[in-house]
Protein backbone atom coordinates (compact mmCIF):
# COMPACT_ATOMS: atom_id res chain seq x y z
CA UNK A 1 0.00 0.00 0.00
CA UNK A 2 1.48 3.10 -0.70
CA UNK A 3 1.22 5.96 1.57
CA UNK A 4 1.56 9.51 0.96
CA UNK A 5 3.89 10.40 4.35
CA UNK A 6 7.23 10.01 4.53
CA UNK A 7 8.06 7.53 1.83
CA UNK A 8 7.15 10.26 -1.08
CA UNK A 9 9.67 12.98 0.87
CA UNK A 10 11.86 12.57 -2.28
CA UNK A 11 9.07 12.89 -4.88
CA UNK A 12 7.78 16.17 -3.02
CA UNK A 13 10.98 17.70 -3.01
CA UNK A 14 11.32 17.16 -6.53
CA UNK A 15 7.96 17.95 -7.29
CA UNK A 16 7.79 21.24 -9.04
CA UNK A 17 8.40 19.39 -12.36
CA UNK A 18 5.80 16.99 -11.68
CA UNK A 19 3.08 19.49 -10.85
CA UNK A 20 3.68 21.30 -14.31
CA UNK A 21 0.83 19.87 -16.54
CA UNK A 22 0.98 16.32 -16.95
CA UNK A 23 2.24 13.66 -19.40
CA UNK A 24 -0.34 13.90 -22.85
CA UNK A 25 -1.65 10.77 -22.10
CA UNK A 26 -2.10 10.64 -18.37
CA UNK A 27 -4.78 12.15 -16.45
CA UNK A 28 -4.39 13.12 -12.74
CA UNK A 29 -6.25 13.98 -9.41
CA UNK A 30 -5.15 16.36 -7.49
CA UNK A 31 -7.24 16.50 -3.65
CA UNK A 32 -7.40 20.11 -1.91
CA UNK A 33 -9.61 18.69 0.95
CA UNK A 34 -11.84 16.33 2.27
CA UNK A 35 -9.02 13.67 2.19
CA UNK A 36 -7.01 12.85 5.64
CA UNK A 37 -9.62 14.91 7.25
CA UNK A 38 -13.55 15.20 7.07
CA UNK A 39 -15.12 18.10 5.08
CA UNK A 40 -14.53 20.45 2.76
CA UNK A 41 -14.31 18.45 0.13
CA UNK A 42 -12.64 19.40 -3.31
CA UNK A 43 -11.13 17.52 -5.96
CA UNK A 44 -9.16 18.68 -9.40
CA UNK A 45 -9.34 15.74 -11.96
CA UNK A 46 -7.27 16.79 -15.01
CA UNK A 47 -7.01 15.67 -18.80
CA UNK A 48 -5.27 17.35 -21.40
CA UNK A 49 -4.18 20.35 -19.60
CA UNK A 50 -7.73 21.20 -18.62
CA UNK A 51 -9.26 20.80 -15.30
CA UNK A 52 -12.35 19.59 -13.49
CA UNK A 53 -13.46 20.10 -10.00
CA UNK A 54 -15.44 17.67 -8.21
CA UNK A 55 -16.55 19.46 -5.29
CA UNK A 56 -15.84 22.39 -3.29
CA UNK A 57 -17.00 22.12 0.47
CA UNK A 58 -16.05 23.68 3.43
CA UNK A 59 -15.30 22.74 6.88
CA UNK A 60 -16.43 24.02 10.45
CA UNK A 61 -13.53 24.94 12.93
CA UNK A 62 -12.83 22.45 15.93
CA UNK A 63 -11.97 24.06 19.04
CA UNK A 64 -8.46 24.97 18.55
CA UNK A 65 -9.39 27.81 16.00
CA UNK A 66 -11.12 30.29 18.45
CA UNK A 67 -13.21 32.83 16.29
CA UNK A 68 -12.56 31.40 13.38
CA UNK A 69 -16.03 30.60 11.08
CA UNK A 70 -15.08 28.71 8.42
CA UNK A 71 -12.79 26.91 6.87
CA UNK A 72 -11.66 26.50 3.24
CA UNK A 73 -9.59 24.30 0.83
CA UNK A 74 -6.63 25.92 -0.67
CA UNK A 75 -7.73 27.67 -3.87
CA UNK A 76 -3.80 28.48 -4.55
CA UNK A 77 -3.31 25.45 -7.20
CA UNK A 78 -6.88 26.40 -8.84
CA UNK A 79 -6.25 30.34 -8.75
CA UNK A 80 -3.26 29.76 -10.60
CA UNK A 81 -4.75 27.85 -13.37
CA UNK A 82 -8.23 29.30 -13.12
CA UNK A 83 -8.67 29.44 -16.88
CA UNK A 84 -8.18 25.57 -17.69
CA UNK A 85 -10.67 25.06 -15.50
CA UNK A 86 -13.44 23.60 -17.71
CA UNK A 87 -16.15 23.18 -14.70
CA UNK A 88 -17.58 22.58 -11.54
CA UNK A 89 -19.26 18.96 -10.87
CA UNK A 90 -21.15 18.97 -7.44
CA UNK A 91 -21.99 15.86 -6.39
CA UNK A 92 -24.87 17.01 -3.49
CA UNK A 93 -25.59 19.93 -1.97
CA UNK A 94 -24.22 19.22 1.81
CA UNK A 95 -22.27 22.13 2.93
CA UNK A 96 -18.53 20.05 3.02
CA UNK A 97 -19.17 19.81 -1.00
CA UNK A 98 -21.12 22.87 -1.80
CA UNK A 99 -19.84 25.46 0.76
CA UNK A 100 -16.87 26.96 -0.40
CA UNK A 101 -17.79 27.60 -4.10
CA UNK A 102 -19.49 31.35 -3.21
CA UNK A 103 -15.66 31.71 -2.15
CA UNK A 104 -13.74 30.59 -5.21
CA UNK A 105 -16.35 32.43 -7.36
CA UNK A 106 -15.15 35.61 -5.88
CA UNK A 107 -11.58 35.04 -7.04
CA UNK A 108 -12.59 34.65 -11.05
CA UNK A 109 -14.08 37.05 -13.40
CA UNK A 110 -15.12 34.52 -15.76
CA UNK A 111 -18.40 32.64 -15.49
CA UNK A 112 -17.80 28.64 -14.64
CA UNK A 113 -20.00 26.24 -15.57
CA UNK A 114 -21.37 24.38 -12.67
CA UNK A 115 -22.94 20.49 -13.02
CA UNK A 116 -25.75 19.20 -10.19
CA UNK A 117 -29.02 17.80 -9.46
CA UNK A 118 -32.22 20.23 -9.12
CA UNK A 119 -32.12 20.53 -5.43
CA UNK A 120 -27.83 20.71 -5.26
CA UNK A 121 -28.15 23.29 -7.54
CA UNK A 122 -31.43 25.07 -5.59
CA UNK A 123 -29.35 25.17 -2.37
CA UNK A 124 -25.99 26.47 -4.25
CA UNK A 125 -28.46 29.39 -6.14
CA UNK A 126 -29.67 30.66 -2.71
CA UNK A 127 -26.32 30.63 -1.43
CA UNK A 128 -24.50 32.58 -4.73
CA UNK A 129 -27.24 35.00 -4.63
CA UNK A 130 -26.03 35.58 -0.63
CA UNK A 131 -22.48 36.24 -2.01
CA UNK A 132 -23.48 38.29 -5.16
CA UNK A 133 -21.67 36.12 -7.26
CA UNK A 134 -24.68 34.15 -9.05
CA UNK A 135 -23.52 35.68 -12.25
CA UNK A 136 -20.39 33.64 -12.27
CA UNK A 137 -21.85 30.52 -12.66
CA UNK A 138 -23.46 28.97 -15.12
CA UNK A 139 -25.63 26.37 -13.97
CA UNK A 140 -26.03 23.26 -15.47
CA UNK A 141 -28.67 20.73 -14.17
CA UNK A 142 -28.27 17.28 -14.75
CA UNK A 143 -30.18 14.47 -13.99
CA UNK A 144 -28.18 10.92 -12.62
CA UNK A 145 -28.52 8.58 -15.29
CA UNK A 146 -27.79 11.67 -17.98
CA UNK A 147 -24.25 11.92 -19.65
CA UNK A 148 -22.28 15.13 -20.36
CA UNK A 149 -19.47 16.44 -21.79
CA UNK A 150 -17.24 19.28 -20.94
CA UNK A 151 -14.47 19.93 -23.16
CA UNK A 152 -12.12 16.60 -23.27
CA UNK A 153 -14.43 15.09 -19.74
CA UNK A 154 -17.03 12.82 -20.83
CA UNK A 155 -19.40 12.54 -17.79
CA UNK A 156 -21.87 10.14 -16.38
CA UNK A 157 -23.99 10.97 -13.66
CA UNK A 158 -25.36 7.67 -11.28
CA UNK A 159 -27.61 8.22 -8.54
CA UNK A 160 -27.21 7.68 -5.02
CA UNK A 161 -28.55 7.19 -1.84
CA UNK A 162 -27.46 10.06 1.09
CA UNK A 163 -28.86 11.85 3.79
CA UNK A 164 -30.47 14.64 1.10
CA UNK A 165 -31.73 14.11 -1.81
CA UNK A 166 -30.55 14.22 -5.28
CA UNK A 167 -27.02 12.84 -4.76
CA UNK A 168 -24.80 11.40 -7.24
CA UNK A 169 -21.78 9.51 -8.31
CA UNK A 170 -19.64 11.00 -11.04
CA UNK A 171 -18.07 8.57 -13.50
CA UNK A 172 -15.21 10.38 -15.81
CA UNK A 173 -13.43 8.70 -18.86
CA UNK A 174 -9.44 8.29 -19.39
CA UNK A 175 -7.55 7.04 -22.03
CA UNK A 176 -7.09 4.32 -19.34
CA UNK A 177 -10.78 3.75 -18.52
CA UNK A 178 -12.82 5.31 -16.08
CA UNK A 179 -12.52 7.10 -12.75
CA UNK A 180 -15.65 6.96 -10.25
CA UNK A 181 -16.26 8.63 -7.54
CA UNK A 182 -18.92 7.43 -5.27
CA UNK A 183 -19.68 11.14 -3.99
CA UNK A 184 -21.29 10.35 -0.46
CA UNK A 185 -23.55 7.85 -0.43
CA UNK A 186 -25.16 4.59 1.09
CA UNK A 187 -26.85 1.41 -0.15
CA UNK A 188 -30.91 1.72 1.18
CA UNK A 189 -32.72 -0.57 -0.51
CA UNK A 190 -35.66 1.39 0.77
CA UNK A 191 -35.38 5.40 0.60
CA UNK A 192 -38.13 7.03 1.44
CA UNK A 193 -37.75 8.36 -2.31
CA UNK A 194 -37.93 5.15 -3.54
CA UNK A 195 -34.56 6.14 -5.82
CA UNK A 196 -31.99 3.92 -4.24
CA UNK A 197 -28.27 3.51 -5.30
CA UNK A 198 -28.43 2.71 -9.07
CA UNK A 199 -26.40 -0.54 -8.61
CA UNK A 200 -27.51 -1.66 -12.11
CA UNK A 201 -25.45 1.30 -13.15
CA UNK A 202 -22.66 1.19 -11.17
CA UNK A 203 -22.68 -2.79 -12.62
CA UNK A 204 -22.60 -1.18 -16.41
CA UNK A 205 -19.47 0.66 -15.64
CA UNK A 206 -17.84 -1.99 -14.29
CA UNK A 207 -18.18 -3.83 -17.44
CA UNK A 208 -17.08 -0.53 -19.16
CA UNK A 209 -13.97 -1.02 -16.59
CA UNK A 210 -12.88 1.66 -13.90
CA UNK A 211 -9.68 2.10 -13.39
CA UNK A 212 -10.10 4.45 -10.67
CA UNK A 213 -12.59 4.20 -8.14
CA UNK A 214 -12.23 7.12 -5.08
CA UNK A 215 -15.31 6.25 -2.12
CA UNK A 216 -16.74 7.49 0.94
CA UNK A 217 -15.00 6.37 3.99
CA UNK A 218 -17.25 8.12 6.71
CA UNK A 219 -18.51 4.94 8.34
CA UNK A 220 -15.47 2.73 7.40
CA UNK A 221 -15.78 1.85 10.96
CA UNK A 222 -19.07 0.93 11.10
CA UNK A 223 -19.67 -2.79 10.66
CA UNK A 224 -22.77 -4.27 8.96
CA UNK A 225 -25.28 -2.15 7.14
CA UNK A 226 -26.04 1.29 7.75
CA UNK A 227 -30.05 0.79 8.27
CA UNK A 228 -32.89 2.57 5.76
CA UNK A 229 -33.62 5.69 6.82
CA UNK A 230 -36.91 4.48 6.26
CA UNK A 231 -36.46 2.86 9.79
CA UNK A 232 -36.59 6.20 11.55
CA UNK A 233 -39.84 7.15 11.01
CA UNK A 234 -41.83 4.80 13.20
CA UNK A 235 -39.68 5.75 16.11
CA UNK A 236 -40.32 9.11 15.39
CA UNK A 237 -44.20 8.51 15.07
CA UNK A 238 -44.22 6.67 18.21
CA UNK A 239 -42.43 9.85 20.15
CA UNK A 240 -44.62 12.53 18.61
CA UNK A 241 -48.09 9.69 19.58
CA UNK A 242 -46.94 10.03 22.90
CA UNK A 243 -46.05 13.27 23.53
CA UNK A 244 -48.29 14.97 25.81
CA UNK A 245 -47.55 18.54 24.89
CA UNK A 246 -45.08 20.20 22.31
CA UNK A 247 -42.37 18.42 20.30
CA UNK A 248 -39.35 19.83 18.90
CA UNK A 249 -37.68 17.96 16.71
CA UNK A 250 -33.90 19.24 15.21
CA UNK A 251 -32.75 17.99 12.14
CA UNK A 252 -30.23 18.79 9.50
CA UNK A 253 -32.03 21.68 7.35
CA UNK A 254 -31.16 19.51 4.52
CA UNK A 255 -31.86 16.32 5.25
CA UNK A 256 -35.85 16.29 3.34
CA UNK A 257 -36.15 12.98 3.91
CA UNK A 258 -35.86 12.94 7.66
CA UNK A 259 -38.26 16.20 7.57
CA UNK A 260 -40.85 14.19 5.32
CA UNK A 261 -41.01 11.48 7.87
CA UNK A 262 -41.31 13.77 10.96
CA UNK A 263 -43.94 15.95 8.89
CA UNK A 264 -46.42 12.56 8.64
CA UNK A 265 -45.38 11.67 12.34
CA UNK A 266 -47.55 15.14 12.88
CA UNK A 267 -49.93 14.88 10.85
CA UNK A 268 -50.47 11.45 11.88
CA UNK A 269 -50.84 12.98 15.23
CA UNK A 270 -53.35 15.82 14.20
CA UNK A 271 -50.39 17.73 14.78
CA UNK A 272 -49.34 20.75 12.59
CA UNK A 273 -45.88 21.82 11.65
CA UNK A 274 -43.81 24.52 12.18
CA UNK A 275 -40.61 25.48 10.34
CA UNK A 276 -37.59 27.20 12.60
CA UNK A 277 -34.33 28.29 11.68
CA UNK A 278 -32.89 30.44 8.45
CA UNK A 279 -31.43 27.62 6.53
CA UNK A 280 -34.83 25.30 7.46
CA UNK A 281 -36.88 28.01 5.45
CA UNK A 282 -34.14 27.83 2.35
CA UNK A 283 -33.76 24.03 2.33
CA UNK A 284 -37.35 23.20 3.07
CA UNK A 285 -39.04 26.14 0.32
CA UNK A 286 -36.31 24.45 -2.59
CA UNK A 287 -37.46 21.33 -1.72
CA UNK A 288 -41.80 21.84 -1.48
CA UNK A 289 -40.85 24.27 -5.17
CA UNK A 290 -39.16 21.17 -6.52
CA UNK A 291 -41.61 18.96 -4.92
CA UNK A 292 -39.40 17.07 -3.33
CA UNK A 293 -41.16 17.14 0.26
CA UNK A 294 -45.13 17.13 0.97
CA UNK A 295 -45.96 19.12 3.53
CA UNK A 296 -49.59 20.25 2.90
CA UNK A 297 -50.17 24.42 3.17
CA UNK A 298 -52.78 23.67 5.65
CA UNK A 299 -50.83 21.37 7.65
CA UNK A 300 -47.86 24.38 8.04
CA UNK A 301 -47.94 27.47 10.42
CA UNK A 302 -45.77 30.42 10.78
CA UNK A 303 -43.47 29.82 14.19
CA UNK A 304 -44.79 33.53 15.19
CA UNK A 305 -48.04 31.87 15.64
CA UNK A 306 -47.19 28.91 18.01
CA UNK A 307 -48.87 31.34 20.81
CA UNK A 308 -52.12 30.83 18.72
CA UNK A 309 -52.17 26.76 19.09
CA UNK A 310 -52.61 24.18 21.31
CA UNK A 311 -49.07 23.17 22.26
CA UNK A 312 -50.00 19.78 22.20
CA UNK A 313 -51.15 20.29 18.76
CA UNK A 314 -47.93 20.95 17.58
CA UNK A 315 -44.15 19.66 16.25
CA UNK A 316 -41.34 22.24 15.97
CA UNK A 317 -39.27 21.52 13.20
CA UNK A 318 -35.76 23.06 14.18
CA UNK A 319 -32.22 23.63 13.41
CA UNK A 320 -29.47 23.52 15.87
CA UNK A 321 -28.78 19.50 16.15
CA UNK A 322 -24.92 20.41 15.63
CA UNK A 323 -25.23 22.94 19.05
CA UNK A 324 -24.28 25.36 16.98
CA UNK A 325 -23.87 28.74 19.63
CA UNK A 326 -26.47 30.68 18.71
CA UNK A 327 -28.92 28.46 16.83
CA UNK A 328 -32.51 28.13 17.45
CA UNK A 329 -32.38 24.66 19.94
CA UNK A 330 -29.30 26.68 21.71
CA UNK A 331 -31.67 29.40 22.54
CA UNK A 332 -34.35 27.01 23.64
CA UNK A 333 -31.99 25.35 25.65
CA UNK A 334 -30.91 28.50 27.18
CA UNK A 335 -34.55 29.58 27.85
CA UNK A 336 -33.69 33.00 25.62
CA UNK A 337 -35.77 31.92 22.28
CA UNK A 338 -37.94 34.43 21.10
CA UNK A 339 -41.25 31.97 19.94
CA UNK A 340 -40.34 28.62 21.93
CA UNK A 341 -40.41 28.64 25.90
CA UNK A 342 -40.22 24.93 26.32
CA UNK A 343 -41.68 23.60 29.64
CA UNK A 344 -41.66 20.96 31.82
CA UNK A 345 -43.16 17.62 29.93
CA UNK A 346 -42.62 18.97 26.72
CA UNK A 347 -40.86 16.93 24.10
CA UNK A 348 -37.30 17.56 22.50
CA UNK A 349 -35.81 15.24 19.77
CA UNK A 350 -32.64 15.58 18.68
CA UNK A 351 -32.41 13.74 15.35
CA UNK A 352 -29.33 13.42 14.05
CA UNK A 353 -25.38 12.08 14.51
CA UNK A 354 -23.32 13.60 16.61
CA UNK A 355 -20.28 15.19 14.64
CA UNK A 356 -17.09 14.63 15.72
CA UNK A 357 -15.74 17.47 17.43
CA UNK A 358 -19.12 18.56 17.82
CA UNK A 359 -19.91 16.62 20.98
CA UNK A 360 -18.90 19.06 23.90
CA UNK A 361 -21.44 21.69 22.50
CA UNK A 362 -24.50 19.37 21.59
CA UNK A 363 -23.74 17.41 25.19
CA UNK A 364 -23.67 21.35 26.77
CA UNK A 365 -27.31 21.82 24.54
CA UNK A 366 -28.64 18.65 25.34
CA UNK A 367 -28.14 19.44 29.51
CA UNK A 368 -29.26 22.63 28.90
CA UNK A 369 -32.98 20.90 27.19
CA UNK A 370 -33.15 18.61 30.47
CA UNK A 371 -32.88 21.32 32.77
CA UNK A 372 -36.04 23.05 30.92
CA UNK A 373 -37.70 19.60 31.99
CA UNK A 374 -38.35 18.32 28.66
CA UNK A 375 -37.99 14.71 27.68
CA UNK A 376 -35.16 14.32 25.28
CA UNK A 377 -34.31 12.01 22.46
CA UNK A 378 -30.96 11.60 20.92
CA UNK A 379 -28.46 8.97 20.02
CA UNK A 380 -27.30 6.61 21.24
CA UNK A 381 -30.23 6.31 23.46
CA UNK A 382 -32.77 6.04 21.07
CA UNK A 383 -32.54 5.18 17.36
CA UNK A 384 -33.54 8.51 16.48
CA UNK A 385 -31.15 9.00 13.50
CA UNK A 386 -29.77 6.68 10.68
CA UNK A 387 -26.64 7.80 9.15
CA UNK A 388 -26.15 9.10 5.27
CA UNK A 389 -23.08 7.03 4.90
CA UNK A 390 -22.48 3.64 3.69
CA UNK A 391 -20.57 0.71 6.76
CA UNK A 392 -18.47 -1.74 5.57
CA UNK A 393 -21.01 -4.16 4.01
CA UNK A 394 -22.10 -1.78 1.81
CA UNK A 395 -18.32 -0.50 1.19
CA UNK A 396 -17.76 -3.94 -0.05
CA UNK A 397 -20.72 -4.16 -1.99
CA UNK A 398 -19.89 -0.87 -3.74
CA UNK A 399 -15.95 -2.22 -4.34
CA UNK A 400 -17.47 -5.75 -5.51
CA UNK A 401 -19.52 -4.59 -7.78
CA UNK A 402 -17.58 -1.73 -9.43
CA UNK A 403 -14.22 -4.26 -9.31
CA UNK A 404 -12.10 -1.00 -9.68
CA UNK A 405 -8.52 -1.79 -10.64
CA UNK A 406 -7.20 1.06 -8.33
CA UNK A 407 -8.28 2.22 -5.48
CA UNK A 408 -8.21 5.52 -3.49
CA UNK A 409 -9.99 6.09 -0.60
CA UNK A 410 -11.74 9.38 0.06
CA UNK A 411 -14.08 11.47 2.64
CA UNK A 412 -12.46 10.91 5.68
CA UNK A 413 -9.53 11.10 8.29
CA UNK A 414 -6.65 8.68 7.68
CA UNK A 415 -7.93 6.26 10.39
CA UNK A 416 -11.08 5.87 8.07
CA UNK A 417 -9.22 5.77 4.74
CA UNK A 418 -6.64 2.98 6.35
CA UNK A 419 -9.89 1.11 7.20
CA UNK A 420 -11.54 1.25 3.91
CA UNK A 421 -8.16 0.35 2.04
CA UNK A 422 -8.35 -2.55 4.29
CA UNK A 423 -11.87 -3.40 3.19
CA UNK A 424 -10.27 -3.02 -0.60
CA UNK A 425 -7.83 -5.60 -0.10
CA UNK A 426 -10.38 -7.72 1.64
CA UNK A 427 -12.49 -7.93 -1.20
CA UNK A 428 -9.29 -9.07 -3.78
CA UNK A 429 -7.80 -5.46 -4.93
CA UNK A 430 -4.05 -6.17 -4.64
CA UNK A 431 -2.82 -3.78 -1.52
CA UNK A 432 0.13 -2.41 -4.29
CA UNK A 433 -3.13 -0.81 -6.10
CA UNK A 434 -4.84 0.77 -3.20
CA UNK A 435 -3.23 4.15 -2.76
CA UNK A 436 -4.01 6.39 0.80
CA UNK A 437 -3.79 9.76 -0.63
CA UNK A 438 -3.94 13.18 2.01
CA UNK A 439 -5.01 16.56 0.79
CA UNK A 440 -2.41 17.89 -1.80
CA UNK A 441 -1.66 14.80 -3.03
CA UNK A 442 -1.13 14.72 -6.73
CA UNK A 443 -1.83 11.03 -8.13
CA UNK A 444 -0.82 10.62 -12.02
CA UNK A 445 -3.51 8.14 -13.43
CA UNK A 446 -2.01 6.80 -16.07
CA UNK A 447 -1.78 2.51 -16.96
CA UNK A 448 -0.49 2.88 -13.53
CA UNK A 449 -1.76 4.96 -10.86
CA UNK A 450 0.36 6.37 -8.71
CA UNK A 451 1.20 9.57 -6.37
CA UNK A 452 3.12 12.01 -8.48
CA UNK A 453 3.88 15.10 -5.96
CA UNK A 454 2.32 17.65 -4.09
CA UNK A 455 0.40 21.10 -4.48
CA UNK A 456 -0.47 23.65 -1.47
CA UNK A 457 -3.29 22.45 0.17
CA UNK A 458 -3.61 24.04 3.75
CA UNK A 459 -6.19 25.48 5.45
CA UNK A 460 -7.81 29.06 4.72
CA UNK A 461 -9.71 30.50 7.63
CA UNK A 462 -12.73 32.76 7.20
CA UNK A 463 -13.43 34.96 9.72
CA UNK A 464 -16.95 37.01 10.57
CA UNK A 465 -18.24 37.66 7.26
CA UNK A 466 -14.55 38.58 5.89
CA UNK A 467 -13.52 37.13 2.90
CA UNK A 468 -10.14 37.23 3.92
CA UNK A 469 -7.20 34.58 5.36
CA UNK A 470 -7.06 34.76 9.28
CA UNK A 471 -3.57 32.77 9.28
CA UNK A 472 -1.43 31.09 11.60
CA UNK A 473 -0.46 33.98 13.29
CA UNK A 474 -3.34 35.28 14.48
CA UNK A 475 -4.51 32.01 15.10
CA UNK A 476 -2.02 31.66 17.68
CA UNK A 477 -2.63 34.87 19.64
CA UNK A 478 -6.25 33.73 19.88
CA UNK A 479 -5.18 30.57 21.34
CA UNK A 480 -2.84 32.09 24.12
CA UNK A 481 -5.55 34.72 24.83
CA UNK A 482 -8.15 32.38 25.06
CA UNK A 483 -5.99 30.23 27.55
CA UNK A 484 -3.60 31.95 28.81
CA UNK A 485 -5.14 35.85 29.12
CA UNK A 486 -3.66 39.07 28.56
CA UNK A 487 -1.52 41.45 31.02
CA UNK A 488 -1.12 44.77 30.19
CA UNK A 489 1.42 46.84 31.56
CA UNK A 490 1.17 50.64 31.16
CA UNK A 491 4.50 52.77 31.66
CA UNK A 492 5.04 56.21 31.34
CA UNK A 493 8.20 57.87 30.74
CA UNK A 494 9.71 61.22 30.26
CA UNK A 495 10.84 61.48 26.74
CA UNK A 496 14.29 63.56 27.10
CA UNK A 497 15.40 61.76 30.52
CA UNK A 498 13.76 58.06 30.28
CA UNK A 499 12.91 58.40 33.41
CA UNK A 500 9.26 56.48 34.84
CA UNK A 501 6.82 59.55 34.86
CA UNK A 502 4.01 57.21 35.89
CA UNK A 503 3.13 53.72 36.38
CA UNK A 504 3.35 50.98 35.98
CA UNK A 505 0.56 50.25 36.09
CA UNK A 506 -0.73 46.73 35.48
CA UNK A 507 -3.76 45.30 33.95
CA UNK A 508 -5.07 41.84 33.67
CA UNK A 509 -7.75 39.98 31.77
CA UNK A 510 -8.16 36.47 32.15
CA UNK A 511 -4.95 35.77 33.30
CA UNK A 512 -5.22 36.18 37.21
CA UNK A 513 -7.87 37.34 39.67
CA UNK A 514 -7.18 40.74 41.18
CA UNK A 515 -8.08 39.72 44.39
CA UNK A 516 -6.48 36.11 45.13
CA UNK A 517 -3.30 37.57 43.47
CA UNK A 518 -2.56 40.83 44.30
CA UNK A 519 0.88 39.69 45.21
CA UNK A 520 1.58 38.58 41.80
CA UNK A 521 0.91 41.89 40.46
CA UNK A 522 2.20 43.49 42.89
CA UNK A 523 5.49 41.56 42.72
CA UNK A 524 5.18 42.12 38.85
CA UNK A 525 5.45 45.93 39.47
CA UNK A 526 8.61 45.40 41.27
CA UNK A 527 9.85 43.18 38.58
CA UNK A 528 8.77 45.84 35.78
CA UNK A 529 10.57 48.99 37.97
CA UNK A 530 13.97 46.55 38.25
CA UNK A 531 14.01 46.11 34.55
CA UNK A 532 13.40 49.62 33.51
CA UNK A 533 16.28 50.08 36.17
CA UNK A 534 18.82 47.84 33.92
CA UNK A 535 17.30 49.23 31.02
CA UNK A 536 18.49 52.62 32.22
CA UNK A 537 21.98 51.50 33.59
CA UNK A 538 22.44 49.88 30.19
CA UNK A 539 21.40 53.05 28.35
CA UNK A 540 18.78 51.75 26.57
CA UNK A 541 16.46 54.12 24.94
CA UNK A 542 15.06 52.39 22.26
CA UNK A 543 11.39 51.95 22.89
CA UNK A 544 11.19 48.36 21.45
CA UNK A 545 14.34 47.17 23.83
CA UNK A 546 13.17 48.54 26.90
CA UNK A 547 9.53 47.02 26.16
CA UNK A 548 11.15 43.54 25.07
CA UNK A 549 13.22 43.36 28.04
CA UNK A 550 10.10 44.06 30.26
CA UNK A 551 8.22 41.62 28.45
CA UNK A 552 10.93 38.81 29.03
CA UNK A 553 11.17 40.04 33.11
CA UNK A 554 7.49 39.42 33.17
CA UNK A 555 7.18 36.77 31.33
CA UNK A 556 9.96 34.62 33.06
CA UNK A 557 8.10 35.89 36.24
CA UNK A 558 4.49 34.80 36.02
CA UNK A 559 6.05 31.53 34.21
CA UNK A 560 7.76 31.02 37.43
CA UNK A 561 4.66 31.85 39.63
CA UNK A 562 1.78 30.14 37.61
CA UNK A 563 3.41 27.95 35.00
CA UNK A 564 1.54 30.29 32.40
CA UNK A 565 2.13 32.08 29.61
CA UNK A 566 -0.04 35.16 29.13
CA UNK A 567 0.14 37.24 26.28
CA UNK A 568 1.95 40.46 27.95
CA UNK A 569 1.57 44.26 26.08
CA UNK A 570 3.99 46.62 27.27
CA UNK A 571 2.70 49.91 26.03
CA UNK A 572 5.37 52.47 26.80
CA UNK A 573 4.09 55.98 26.38
CA UNK A 574 6.36 59.23 26.14
CA UNK A 575 5.02 62.24 28.05
ZN1 LIG B 1 -22.95 14.53 2.32
ZN1 LIG C 1 -19.71 14.83 2.77
Not at 253 to 266: F, G, T, Y
Not at 320 to 340: D, F, I, N, T, Y
Amino acid sequence: MQRSSEPNQGLRASSSEAVGAPLEASARVVFLGGVGEVGRNMACVELSGRILIVDVGLSFPHAEMPGVDLVLPDFEYVRERMDDVEAVVLTHGHEDHIGSLPYLLRETERQLPVYGTPFTLALLERKLEEHEVRDRAELRQVTPGEAATAGPFSMRFLRVTHSIPDGMAVVIDTPFGSILHTGDFKIDQTPLDGRPTDLHALAEEAGRGVHLLLSDSTNSEEAGYTSSERSVGPVLQDIIARAPQLVVVACFSSHIHRIQQVVNAARADERVVAFLGRSMHQSVDAARELGLLHAPEQDVILIEQLDEFDPSRVVVISTGSQGEPLSALSLMAAREHKWVKLREGDTVVLSSSLIPGNEPAIHRVIDGLYRTGADVFHLPAYPVHASGHAAVEELRLMLSLVRPRWFVPIHGERRQLAHHAKIATEVGIPADHVLICEDGDVVEVGEKVQLAGRVPAGMTFVDGLGIGDVGQVVLRDRRKLSSEGVVVVVIAIDAHHGQLVAGPDIVNRGFVFDEAWGDILEEARERVMLSLRESAEAEVVDRGVLEQNVRRALAKYFYDVTQRKPVILPVILEV
